[in-house]
């Protein structure tokens, strides 16, 4: 079975600054899509960026871009010149490629605070 | 469009008491997914619909809960009697024919309270 891991509980940046959060999955399969979930304290699940396991390329979404190894299976992902608005619960996301596979398996969540 | 739209946004319920949880996806999304968050279970999936139809139910804690989605814009999650464990945020998410690879579009979630 598939698993995603979150290290980092909490994680705090300064506002302007770079941060990177963490995520690692373990999975038998060549085929797969990554995501990065915000959920601010709205409580709102807002998709930040995702990633094909068959494209080499990294995504990148204005101030988020991901850095994705798939030896490794690990999949972090950068904020650059970070804001307050960016103050928020991260979730890394995984799922299979398989048709008729539509469940993501979602880590525990690295909070990230922005510190003026 | 107004995106996924859940109600109510907070329900407090007494032990015992029946709740419905509501849940109107995209138009034009063919699949419905329910989450449950909890603090120390993270995001769990409860049940997921295609094309209105329940196609994987395994997640659904118990007989206690059901769901259902009626036609393609309207979908509730009922949980009777509820317990104090059922207390956690509700999400229920949308995407479209052949989309959820591109991610799923998620409600603002209903955060349940079972006193």
């Known amino acids: 079975a598939q698993t995603v891991t979150q290290s980092q509980p909490e994680m705090s940046v300064q506002e302007a600054e770079t941060v990177t959060l963490s995520c690692t999955y373990d999975?038998?399969?060549?085929?797969?899509?990554l995501f990065w979930y915000k959920q601010p304290p709205s409580r709102q699940m807002i998709l930040v960026i995702r990633q094909e396991a068959y494209k080499q390329q990294n995504a990148t979404e204005n101030r988020f871009s991901v850095n994705f190894q798939k030896a490794a299976k690990s999949f972090s992902l950068k904020i650059s010149d970070s804001q307050l608005g960016d103050a928020a619960m991260y979730f890394c996301?995984?799922?299979?490629?398989?048709?008729?596979?539509?469940?993501?398996?979602f880590g525990t969540g690295t909070r990230l605070k922005v510190l003026a | 469009d107004a995106g996924v739209i859940q109600s109510p946004r907070h329900e407090v319920t007494e032990m015992g008491q029946e709740v419905t949880l509501r849940c109107k996806p995209i138009s034009g999304h063919n699949s419905l997914f329910w989450y449950r968050q909890t603090m120390m279970r993270g995001l769990e999936l409860l049940i997921y619909f295609n094309n209105n139809v329940p196609i994987d139910d395994s997640g659904m804690p118990e007989d206690r809960f059901s769901a259902k989605m009626p036609n393609a814009s309207f979908s509730t999650l009922k949980i009777q009697p509820s317990e104090p464990r059922d207390s956690a945020v509700y999400f229920c998410a949308s995407s479209g024919r052949g989309q959820v690879r591109y991610g799923y579009t998620f409600g603002s979630g209903t955060r349940l309270t079972v006193v």
């Open positions: 999975t038998s399969e060549s085929d797969y899509y």
């Open positions: 996301a995984y799922r299979s490629e398989g048709s008729g596979t539509y469940k993501y398996i």
